[in-house]
Each structure stands twice: as C-alpha cells, then as structure tokens.
Nanobody, 121 residues
C-alpha cells in the first residue's frame, strides 16, 4: 500500500495550490480518503475528508469555504484544491485512507509521506 502526495510548494498569500495523492497497492474505491496537515511545533490537524463515492465531504473549520477535496476512483487519486491561501496554512500536508463506506475525521489507516506547502505573506 502506497500513497504518493505531490503538488506542494511555495505560494504567496491569496494564491492557490492543488495537491494530489495517488494510491497504489490495492483498490481504494470502497475507502474514505482525507487530508491532514501538521505545522511546525503543532499537532496534526484534520483538513478534509471525502467518502468512497465522493458524495459526502467534511472540512476542518479553518479551511471551510477555501479548500475543496475531490477524488477520481478510476485513477485511485484524491485531490485538494486550496484557494485563498493564508500564511497559517503553511504545513506538511498528508493524505490518508481508511477502509470503509463512512466519512471520518480521524482513525485513518494508511498515510502518505507528506508534501510541504509554504505560504508567504
């Protein structure tokens, strides 16, 4: 099982980035997928989650209205479109997968290696 996240980088405040996470090693169409982030010196924070079909999503309060999670089950890939980025969005972003048909904000089983997003002011 492998999750490969990419798309991070340096962006100015107010800008946008799109993260991708490609999953391999098994079929993920029956799993929830999510994004978490961890800023230096802080605990890991839930960012967004999407159900197996893409029909349900959930977001952390700090990103609601700015970030959009999506997935393409034909490609075993999830995405995180990040708009109106703020300096406080600076963190390592991790993708995660949890087997099952629900929608969760924690308890994820498989994790990617993380991709760094830096937002300059």
């Amino acid at each position: 099982v492998q999750l490969q996240a990419c798309g991070g980088g340096l962006v100015q405040a107010g800008g946008s980035l799109r993260l991708s996470c490609a999953a391999s090693g098994r079929t993920y169409s029956a799993d929830a997928m999510a994004w978490f982030r961890q800023a230096p010196g802080k605990e890991r924070e839930f960012v967004a989650a999407i159900s197996w079909s893409g029909g349900a999503t959930d977001y952390g309060d700090s990103v609601k209205g700015r970030f959009t999670i999506s997935r393409d089950n034909t490609k075993n890939t999830e995405y995180l479109q990040m708009n109106s980025l703020l300096p406080q969005d600076t963190a390592v972003y991790y993708c995660a997968v949890k087997p099952g048909y629900g929608l969760w904000t924690d308890g994820y089983t498989y994790w990617g290696q993380g991709t760094l997003v830096t937002v300059s002011s």
